[in-house]
């Protein structure tokens, strides 16, 4: 057993009960079923290596060299035309379909001046064991990082496929992410930064040890102050020890060289980082992030 799995298992409960909300209202699907795979025993819990993921009605697949099948959902904005590829990436015990729904990104790039994209909701692993989705974004989150499940390679995979099969324009390829997505938006951002151009973090937190972007990557993070999962000041929650918005935001900078002025870096690359907070917001995704991040990408 991972030294660490049983602490985690609390915080999976307390994961799935904050980052599901918006899932739940979205899909009509009922809480305590997810939790109660939380309270299974360890045994019960560990996911077997390479076993496929459920491909859900209306989504595509690919398949990654450790014999895993993932899948995900395209929406074409683009008509045709050279366009800008965007990840939204769910949180913790989140689907594609939900993070989908309850984000409403594609609306607003849509108010934006019918802004061309083409944006994809990929989903985590775990489903195909009756666990809840996650994504392995480095020190979170569970049950991906005891694979390990190599959403690196995941999405480095996907990003080739899909530049081939639609109009992507390679100087602009995005994340956006929720929470433990976030997480992965993060990891994206410092490992396969010869593909992603910017990414979008929504109550997430700067989960890797080390970061070294090899092209320039901007960000914006929102995060708020009534955050009880991912706490805007940082903190240990059911064993699990996330930095503060502000550090997360200043590492990432750091990390490219950036010179950071309270809530704002600015780097020598030409990326740009920012943290914006609000004391108000909770953990559950707001509709102001929405905004914000849509108008960050296309300034992009």
């Known amino acids: 057993m991972h030294p660490n799995r049983l602490p985690v298992l609390a915080l999976l409960a307390v994961l799935c009960l904050a980052s599901c909300a918006n899932n739940d209202a979205a899909s009509g699907t009922n809480p305590a079923s997810t939790n109660s795979v ?5 045994t019960t819990t560990q996911a077997p290596t390479a ?8 989504f595509e697949s690919l398949t990654t060299p450790d014999g895993r099948v993932r899948s995900y959902q395209v929406s074409d904005l683009s008509n045709g035309e050279l366009a800008p590829l965007l990840f939204v990436l769910h949180g913790f015990g989140g689907t594609a379909a939900d993070m989908r729904s309850y984000t409403g990104i594609e609306d607003e790039l849509q108010r934006l001046g019918n802004f061309k994209a ?19 974004a480095g020190n979170c989150c569970p049950f991906a990082i005891y694979e390990p499940v190599d959403d690196v390679a995941f999405f480095d995979a996907l990003i080739t496929k899909l530049s081939g099969q639609y109009n992507i324009d390679p ?3 995005w994340v956006m992410g929720h ?9 994206l951002a410092c490992e396969l930064s010869e593909k992603v151009t910017a990414i979008a973090v929504a109550a997430g937190a700067f989960m890797v040890d080390t970061c070294a972007p090899a092209q320039p990557v901007s960000a914006l993070h929102v995060h708020g102050g009534a955050d009880l999962v991912v706490p805007l000041e940082g903190g240990i929650t059911a064993g699990l ?13 750091e990390s490219q060289s950036c010179s950071v002025k309270s809530s704002i870096a600015t780097c020598p690359n ?25 108008e960050f990408l296309a300034s992009q």
């Open 241 to 253: 020890e996330f930095p503060s918005a502000q550090l997360s935001m200043q590492r990432f900078a």
């Open 179 to 187: 929470s433990n997505g976030g997480m992965m938006a993060y990891r």
């Open 38 to 42: 939380v309270g299974e025993s360890p």
């Open 118 to 136: 083409i944006v994809v909701y990929p989903n985590g692993t775990g489903a195909e064991s009756g666990l809840p989705q996650s994504w392995n």
């Open 270 to 294: 030409g990326a740009t980082v920012e943290l914006i907070t609000n004391r108000g917001w909770p953990h559950d995704w707001q509709p102001e992030w929405t905004a914000l991040f849509a």
């Open 51 to 58: 076993v496929p993921d459920t491909v859900p009605p209306g």
């Open 171 to 173: 100087q602009r390829v």
